[in-house]
């Protein structure tokens, strides 16, 4: 299906107005998935995206986000490999949570490979790690884990326990709720997002040295139903290390949702974040491609109350103050992003929907180095 390249919102940091239009193909590299979330490249260049899952028929806990559901346990998690065109699942048997449907699953969220071929990954919960200790007693959720191998059924080792952290501690004073989301390895350090706590982790690979980096606070905005101010979460989704060696978070945001309210975080020196960008709706995801230019994948363009469950890319280049989103009508809850090491674009998509999962790949349509935006000069855009 065509989508088509518009001008976004204006923002307080990217201020910019640029039109143009483009159709563009997404080609699906693998389809029939259980909500799959995180997309990584392993040293060799070769994908793997880890599936969530679509529950079970196991015992249950209530679910944070849907009063008076509940979320039910089956080891329907994994990891799937797309290599040379084979879409195979590689580590099976992962814990998963989801509601009777298979749907709104958590479970693993995210794969990440060391310079030296070593895979981790996190288990998110999305629930209380109380719950998850005296009903579920499935202590893999919430964890930072290893990979021990691929094409070995079930094969991982629990390395370190980051929503007993929440239990204990509950850094930003609201629900206790862990669901690890977000997973970045830079040497032997792990950086870790908690959608549910709202902080970022760092920990040795070894599962050693948990610390606590960043807390991300509340807002207040005007729920659009009510018209009374309510206040909401941040609910961080993905970090990433820009060009300037600093990190960056996306955040989500809670209930109610609200378009335009999501953020782009830059933390700085003592680990504060500072807005970097502003004007999203839902970020789930972000990744600089090799040019310094960030792309942000939002999970619903119009709000995740808005009905329509489309979502969207928007691109920052490197340089100059505007900015650029694709829509398209096969976007439907996109959940993960990476730029791979040809400088394309790999989406998870329908990543909240079991069986219906899908592995999408964009060819890059922005060159700023070369100074053209998918074959046109910079002179197609008119710029204010």
Partial sequence: MESSLTSAGASSVFPGIAQASQPFTFEVLASGLNSPRGLSFDPHGVLYVTEAG?????????????????????????????QNGVVERVVTGLPSLAMPDGSDASGIQDIEFDACGNAY??????????????????????????????????????????????????????????????????????????????????????????????????RTTTDPVTGEEVTYQSVPTAVAIGPDGAFYVSELTGFPFVEGESQIYRIDANGVPEVYAD??????????????G????????????????????VYLPPEGNTRFTITSDDLITPSGLAIGPDNDIYISNKGFIAGEGEVLRLDNPFDFNSGQVMGYSNSTFSCC
């Fill in 54 to 82: 679509s529950g079970g028929d196991g015992a249950s806990i209530p679910s944070p986000s849907a009063p008076g559901a509940q979320l039910f346990y089956g080891d329907t998690g994994s990891i799937t490999r797309i």
């Fill in 121 to 218: 990954a996190i288990i998110g919960l999305a629930g209380n790690p109380n719950d998850r200790d005296t009903i579920l007693n499935i202590p893999d959720f919430g964890s930072l884990v290893s990979i021990d191998a691929f094409d070995g059924g079930s094969s991982w080792t629990r390395l370190a326990d980051l929503a007993a952290y929440e239990s204990t501690n509950n850094p930003d004073g609201g629900d206790t709720v862990s669901n690890l989301y977000d997973l970045l390895i830079q040497d032997s350090t792990a950086f870790v997002v908690d959608a549910g706590a709202n902080d970022l982790f760092s920990l040795s690979t070894d599962g050693s040295d948990l610390t606590l980096e960043t807390v991300f606070p509340a």
């Fill in 294 to 313: 960030l792309f942000v994948l939002e999970y619903d363009a119009d709000g995740i109350l808005s009905g329509d469950s489309t979502g969207a890319l």
């Fill in 279 to 292: 004007g999203f709706t839902n970020v789930v995801d972000l990744a600089f491609d090799r040019s310094g």
